[in-house]
C-alpha cells in the first residue's frame, strides 16, 4: 500500500508538470513532448532469499526514495490504516548507508562472475582475495557492520576450499593477472612449479602420442 502511494504521488507530480507546460505555452507539441519525457514511478524493492544482490537493490532503492516515504507515511491515509507505524532512526539510516557501502564490492564480484562473454573462472580467486579484503575489521565499524564481516567471511571461508588450487592455477594462465598479485611470494612460486611440472608432463604425453601416431 505504501508503494502505491509512492507511485501515486510520483506521477501526480509529473503530470502536473507537464500540465503546467501545456498551459504556459499553448503548444500541444510540447506537452506532447514532455509527457514522452515523464520517467515511470520508481517502486520499492523486497528482496529474495535467494538473490544475494537483491537486498543491496531493496537497500539502495529505500535511501533513494526516504524522503517520499517519510511524506508519504504523513498522509491521512496511512496514517488511519496503518495504526502504529515503526519508522527507522537515525542510527537504522545509519547502519543501511554502512551496508550499501559493505555490499557494493559483492555485487561487483557476481556481476563480473555473470558475464557470459568472456571465461570467468580465472577471476574467482582474485575476486574472493579482494572480498576478503574488504571483510576485515575495523576499528571504526558499527555491531552491525562487524556482524556482517563476520558472516561473510565465514561464508567465503567454505567456498572453493578443495578447488582452489585449480583455480589459483586458473589464474596465472590468464595474461591479466600473470604476477598472481593476490598471492604471497611462497604460493605464487609453488603455482607456478606446479604449472611448469603439468606442462613437461603434458609435452611428454603429446610426443609419445605423436610418435605412436606416425612412427
Given at each position: 500500500m505504501i508503494a502505491q502511494e509512492l507511485a501515486d504521488d510520483n506521477s501526480g507530480g509529473e503530470t502536473g508538470e507537464g500540465d503546467i507546460g501545456d498551459e504556459g505555452t499553448g503548444d500541444g507539441d510540447t506537452g506532447d513532448a514532455m509527457k514522452?519525457?515523464?520517467k515511470k514511478p520508481?517502486?520499492?524493492?523486497?528482496d529474495v532469499t535467494t538473490h544475494w544482490n537483491s537486498t543491496l537493490d531493496m537497500l539502495e532503492?529505500?535511501?533513494?526514495?526516504?524522503?517520499a516515504i517519510a511524506l508519504t507515511l504523513l498522509t491521512d491515509s496511512i496514517q488511519k490504516n496503518a495504526g502504529n507505524l515503526d519508522t527507522l532512526s537515525n542510527s537504522d539510516l545509519q547502519d543501511v548507508t554502512d551496508m550499501v557501502e559493505l555490499l557494493?564490492?559483492?555485487?561487483?564480484?557476481?556481476?563480473?562472475?555473470m558475464d557470459?562473454?568472456?571465461?570467468?573462472?580465472?577471476l574467482t580467486s582474485p575476486l574472493k582475495h579482494g572480498i576478503e579484503i574488504k571483510m576485515q575489521p575495523s576499528e571504526e565499524d558499527t555491531s552491525t557492520v562487524?556482524?556482517?564481516?563476520?558472516?561473510i567471511l565465514t561464508n567465503l571461508s567454505s567456498r572453493y576450499t578443495e578447488e582452489l588450487e585449480y583455480l589459483v592455477e586458473?589464474?596465472?594462465l590468464d595474461t591479466r593477472f600473470l604476477n598472481l598479485p593476490h598471492l604471497d611470494e611462497v604460493h605464487r612460486r609453488d603455482v607456478f612449479r606446479r604449472l611448469k611440472e603439468k606442462a613437461l608432463q603434458f609435452n611428454q604425453v603429446f610426443i609419445y602420442s605423436y610418435?605412436?601416431?606416425y612412427f
Open positions: 514522452k519525457k515523464k520508481k517502486k520499492l524493492i523486497i532503492r529505500y535511501l533513494e526514495l526516504r524522503e557494493k564490492p559483492l555485487k561487483k564480484a557476481t556481476t563480473v562472475m557470459e562473454k568472456k571465461p570467468t573462472v580465472s562487524a556482524r556482517m564481516k563476520r558472516d586458473y589464474t596465472a610418435n605412436n601416431l
